[in-house]
């Protein structure tokens, strides 16, 4: 069936250190879109990518959206304790726009 | 306030039984999604609703239901419960249906099922 994967699964780093998070999917996406949801919250809307290619800035994060629409990525520049969290991708098969395939999330620790 | 308002925020009902979660979603908003989360899991799409009609069905029990009314404002029902539903139930709206925009998400009803 149609998947999004994520990878890594957890993450512990140091504040100041980078931070990755890798969505593929097992079909070309319509869209991806990138939710946070911090300890004990609601997943919250950070950016929806929808070009092929396209990259995305909001302060310290870096979202792109893979030229073949089925990866994406989320860069953290210099963790903050701010930034602890789970972080989920999501996107419409192409052609199917009727749901989102959610990725399981990447779980980050930032020790301060 | 994400202007998504779900109720209650956290219920306790034992097995067997029957119970009712509410979502109003934020305005201006046709779409209504249900997604149950266990602990430490993903989200669960379980069902969308678009101006009042069922729009998409994902993994929802027979035991599950829900309805939008002329309102907007949907009801997820659980009946028979069993143990493994005790979850965080999240509702979410969004402008238009399906996946072309992005989700505001309520802050959730925690259900726990003894």
């Known amino acids: 069936g149609q998947q999004v994967m994520q990878i890594p699964q957890y993450q512990h780093v140091q504040e100041g250190e980078d931070f990755t998070t890798y969505c593929n999917s097992s079909t070309t996406l319509s869209n991806i879109q990138w939710y946070k949801q911090r300890p004990g919250g609601h997943p919250v809307f950070l950016i929806q990518l929808v070009k092929s290619g396209e990259v995305k800035k909001q302060k310290r994060l870096t979202f792109q959206f893979g030229e073949a629409k089925k990866n994406s990525s989320l860069h953290i520049t210099a963790t903050q304790t701010t930034d602890v969290g789970t972080y989920f991708c999501a996107g419409p098969r192409a052609g199917n726009n009727r749901k989102l395939i959610w990725g399981l999330g990447t779980s980050l620790a930032v020790n301060p | ?114």
């Open chain 2, 1 to 114: 306030d994400s202007g998504v308002t779900q109720t209650p925020k956290h219920l306790i009902t034992a097995t067997g039984q029957r119970v009712t979660l509410r979502c109003s979603p934020r305005s201006g908003d046709l779409s209504v999604y249900w997604y149950q989360q266990s602990l430490d899991q993903g989200l669960q799409f379980l069902i969308q609703y678009y101006n009042g009609e069922e729009r998409a069905k994902g993994n929802i029990l027979e035991r599950f239901s829900a309805q939008q009314f002329p309102d907007l404002h949907s009801e997820l029902n659980l009946s028979s419960l069993e143990l493994g539903d005790s979850a965080l139930y999240f509702c979410a709206s969004s402008v238009g249906g399906g996946g072309n925009y992005g989700y505001t998400f309520g802050s959730g009803t925690r259900l726990t099922v003894v």
